[in-house]
């Protein structure tokens, strides 16, 4: 079965980094784009960045430009979000996702990873 699993979330001050990672199995990884997604309590799932299948083309919400990276492995089956300077508003649960159109609406995207979570102190 088809399996996302993420990692590399926690704590950390404003004006840090982290960097997370999404592992895919039991798909054909380089046939899907990878999107990440973030959901704060109280607040909808909302869409942080995507990036197509071979890396070549990425796209961004506005408050994440230039501080947030998405990328990907297409070896290791692997997306990464890298984030710096991170916020106090970043604080969500952050989800990737699997996607083979590569927009940036949730209810297209076919896989789930359970999530992890993100708390920027400020």
């Known amino acids: 079965q088809v399996q996302l699993v993420e990692s590399g979330g926690g704590l950390v001050q404003a004006g840090g980094s982290l960097r997370l990672s999404c592992a895919a199995s039991?798909?054909?990884?380089?046939?899907?784009?990878m999107g990440w997604f973030r959901q704060a309590p109280g607040k909808e799932r909302e869409f942080v960045a995507v990036?197509?299948?071979?890396?070549?083309?990425?796209y961004y919400t506005d408050s994440v430009k230039g501080r947030f990276t998405i990328s990907r492995d297409n070896a290791k089956n692997t997306v990464y979000l890298q984030m710096n300077s991170l916020k106090p508003e970043d604080t969500a649960v952050y989800y990737c996702g699997a996607n083979r159109a590569g927009t940036y609406i949730a209810a297209t995207y076919d896989y789930w990873g359970q999530g992890t979570q993100v708390t920027v102190s400020s």
């Open positions: 990036i197509n299948w071979s890396g070549g083309s990425t």
């Open positions: 039991g798909l054909a990884f380089s046939n899907y784009a």
